[in-house]
């Protein structure tokens, strides 16, 4: 029952972290992070992301615009694009190494130590992507609502508010550090010493038509 109950929780990890993956790599390219209603001009809703600004008509018409020179941009972004990135990147990492340590797959089952070391190493590189995944969107978001509530800016001016990727980014964030947390406990309870093989049985020894008497050898000699 604890080694069913294991294999569930790394299955449940694995999910986890696989779809806060997923849902990283949404947030890092769509350009959904902030939103801007216009006043004089409510027909339009203006969005933006790490790579580019869009507006979005009411007839359903999208034009989108690369942003300018990675240097010009303002640091938040700029970081935000390295973390994200990063996130990705670990993300992958983790979900390789993490496959190989889990108890259903037969990789490297003869040595029991390394499947332990992948699937900790799996669960650590989750728990480094969740880290770099909510730590840009909480910077945007901290940002903005700062410039959202800055008193020196009129209030005619629009103000820029939460677009629907940062709330995607954090649930991002706590699936990949709640699945690479869960797949780091689970690896503690795997068995550290392989299987033991079965020795091999030896063949009875063959006997004559008589219970107590052995049969007699082949090359045995005729005894006239």
């Not at 392989?194 to 020894?205: E, F, I």
């Amino acid at each position: 029952m604890p080694g069913s109950w294991w294999a569930r929780a790394q299955a449940g990890g694995m999910l986890l972290a696989v779809l806060g993956w997923v849902s990283s790599c949404v947030t890092t390219f769509v350009p959904l992070w902030k939103n801007l209603n216009l006043d004089l001009n409510e027909m339009e809703v203006w969005t933006m992301g790490l790579w580019q600004v869009c507006i979005i008509q009411e007839e359903g018409a999208v034009e989108c615009r690369a942003h300018g020179s990675f240097l010009a941009l303002p640091p938040e972004l700029r970081i935000s694009r390295l973390l994200m990135c990063l996130s990705n990147g670990l993300g992958l990492l983790g979900g390789l190494l993490a496959a190989l340590g889990l108890e259903g797959w037969r990789a490297c089952e003869d040595r029991p130590r390394l499947k332990r070391r992948l699937l900790l190493a799996g669960g650590a590189a989750f728990c480094v992507a969740g880290l770099a995944t909510l730590a840009p969107v909480s910077w945007v978001a901290y940002n903005t609502v700062l410039d959202f509530w800055d008193d020196s800016v009129p209030d005619i001016v629009p103000r820029w508010e939460f677009g629907e990727a940062t709330f995607l980014g954090w649930f991002a964030g706590a699936f990949l550090t709640a699945g690479g947390l869960l797949l780091a406990c689970s690896a503690r309870s795997m068995r550290t010493t392989p299987p033991s093989t079965p020795a091999c049985h030896q063949l009875p020894t063959t006997r004559g038509p008589g219970r107590d008497h052995p049969s007699h050898p082949k090359n045995a000699d005729l005894v006239i």
